[in-house]
């Protein structure tokens, strides 16, 4: 069995509401109802018996049918679900009906064709289920653009689309970033895409994003660009070619990661080992140097009965290989505290 | 016939005065020849008669300007790189050093500094083929 229709009646003529429920039963309408008089008791309780239905008579001693379709309007935008609003009425101008629907009823029936009533609640439930998929699909969406937005924010992650057939050159907010705009700052081109890739890469570029609309599916590449306040930026990117059945191109789409920061990094690390690498080479060269002559000298002491003449002769070579090696550790460290810096510096 | 030429090649005068004592008292000869520059030693080595007599180079690796292993390679091209064999003596404690060593067909031993005198005396040529 199906759930009865929760029915909210605006009325405040009892022979009225006798009629109208009357009326439904007779159509098959299988429903619950509550009738309300006033504007407060509308609006309260439309949040707490939520009704699928509302049924609203036009004109009431302190409140019409236009003040209870704003409620009616801000409460479908609360809660994100259509609910059917019927304007149920003795005679009034078509104008006034006009502007009804206008307002956003769904429906009006005249209260002498009552006949129509339980037909139209059908129409208008099965067409604010579609409003109601809709709402909620379009909610989907947003909630899911925005999550999109913030993914490319975090990420330094752009993305961005030619349409071939308009010409429409399309940025997501993060690539207007990327290039130092605010996003919709302006109207954007290939020119202002090829404007801001650095001189140097701009050629080969050029050619491979022709070559790739021309031939390819997909085109992965690394350029720098120089953003709009003139900082250089590293990209790493990824075309894609979408096309029609005849294979022509019809659309082309990428994105734009911002890689400056990981580059900067590789770059430190590439420097810091060049430096280990000649660290490493230093002590197992230089440093051994001085130190093997220091050795080899004291060697000749030791074996030597005749001290006193060779003490004269030895004395200067043994010092010179002394401050020799010195001068080699001091070096070591100097270069061993630059490998802690960040910044490569050049001596 | 068939004397020993003994030439210390080494860009460091102490190490250089160093090595002509321990030559001598080895006793491997009693008047090495000295050269401060590889280039010099070579072509001092290039003006010898080579037909009578062998070469023995006790040979630094880290020079500047030329340094051991070119030595190396330039005597390879040389008509009398038969009669010129080497030690090297260096302060490098690198393995690498001493792998590549070995594939030159003149190095007969590979010395790190300091050296000793009983290390000197041990030296043995190749037998002179007939």
Redesign the interface.
Known sequence: MTKPIKILMLEDTQEDVYLIERELKQGGIIFTSTVVATGEGFKQLLYEMKPDVILADHSLPQFNSIEALKIHQQYELEIKIAVPFILVTGSVSEEFAAQCIKSGADDYILKDRLKRLPAAICNALDKAGIEGERLRFLDEIISNEAMMRQAEQLAHFGSWQVDFLTGRHKWSDETYRIFGYEPGDLQVTYETFLNHIHPADRQSLKKAIDETILHGDSYPCEFRIIDKTGKVKHILSNLQVKRNRERVAIQLSGFNLDITEQKRQTEAIAFQNEQLVDIAWIQ???V??P???L???V??LEGNKDHEKYCKEFWK?LL??AHELDSIIRKIVRKTEAVGGTEPSHE | MNSLRVIIIDD?P??V??HQ?FVKQSELSTDPLVFLNGLEALHHLDSLDHLNSRSLLLLDL?MPNMNGWEILEALNMRSYAGQVFAIIIS????TKDHKKAKTYKQVIGYL?????VNELRNVMLPDVQA
Not at chain 2, 91 to 94: E, G, L, N, T, V
């Open positions: 197992s060269h230089e051994r140097a130190l093997a002559r050795m080899g000298l060697n000749i070579p010179e290989s | 460091d102490i190490t005065w160093l004592l880290n302060s490098s404690i690198d790190e500094k300091p050296i000793k």
